[in-house]
């Protein structure tokens, strides 16, 4: 089976090909051609981010150096913080502690999983 990380990774595996193949991509293209349903996407947009592989022009996501690194590492270091104080929580209370966007925390959630500083 499986696990959670693992799956973040191939979802993430998904998207780089998708974006190797068709070129930029919006994100309702990329959840089109990969099936993948919005929190996994922006999971594994955030894992590709900390990879330094994303680029995001405002409008259409690409395969180069990434320029997400301000805001999704801010965010992931923001749900870093909130996770070591209060333990265990889920999508809806992690967005209301950091203050931030559920896609945000998606986000940063993969790109914590990348540095495997999440399970």
């Given at each position: 089976m499986i696990n959670t990380i693992e799956q973040f990774g191939r979802n993430a595996g998904m998207v780089w090909e998708t974006l190797h193949t068709y070129g930029a991509l919006?994100?309702?293209?990329?959840m089109e051609l990969t099936a993948l349903r919005s929190y996994e996407l922006h999971i594994a947009i955030?894992?590709?981010a900390r990879e330094n592989k994303i680029y995001f022009d405002g409008e259409r996501y690409r395969l180069?150096?990434?320029?997400?690194?301000?805001?999704?590492?801010?965010d992931a270091g923001k749900v870093w913080r909130a996770l070591s104080t209060q333990g265990d929580a889920d999508i809806q209370s992690l967005a209301r502690l950091t203050q931030l966007e559920k896609k945000?925390?998606?986000?940063?959630?993969?790109?914590?999983?990348?540095?495997?500083?999440?399970?």
């Open positions: 919006t994100e309702s293209q990329l955030g894992w590709l180069d150096t990434t320029n997400l690194t301000d805001q999704i590492g801010n945000e925390v998606y986000a940063a959630l993969g790109w914590l999983a990348r540095e495997d500083k999440i399970q």
